[in-house]
């Protein structure tokens, strides 16, 4: 017979929500602090328009985490180890010159469509551990933000393949 836990209590699980939250908000706010480097290296406008409307939409995704917790009662935690901000502080090395300035840009697509993929994931869970804990209004928040990253996945894949198809 497999060996199964019980369910985890609610103490343990707001201690889960809280820890996945603040990875994903100093993440973003890492990002947020870091999106202006981005715009700059982008040769693009196509790609400096997205990155603009991504990083507005980055400082709306911290605004509703701000809110939720508010709403749980915590405070956002930094933390030593972050994966998101060591994927962009160790992965995008973009200040690497490149021959061909589109190289650059299709490895911010990349690394950006990277974290837009952990943000999902990670939303995905925070939504469903709200929905355990009964915090409907920060399950709310959490379906906006991943809302808004999955868009913005979508808009990187699209103007990824206006470089790179030709039609």
Known sequence: MPNTSAAPDN???????????NRIYNGKCFLRNNIDHLMSLA??????????EFGHDVKNQIARMDEIYKLINEKPVD????????IIKNEFCLDE??????LNDLDIMLYVQLLEHVNITSYRMLI????LLKYDDAKQLLIENFDESAD???????????YITSD
């Open 11 to 21: 103490h343990f699980l707001k201690a889960i929500f809280t820890h996945h939250l």
């Open 43 to 52: 040769s693009f406008k196509g790609l400096q328009l997205a990155l603009e």
């Open 128 to 131: 469903m551990i709200a929905k």
């Open 97 to 102: 010159k490149q021959t061909m300035p589109i």
């Open 152 to 162: 913005n996945d979508k808009l990187f894949l699209l103007i990824a393949k206006e």
């Open 79 to 86: 933390l030593n180890c972050n994966p998101i901000t060591n």
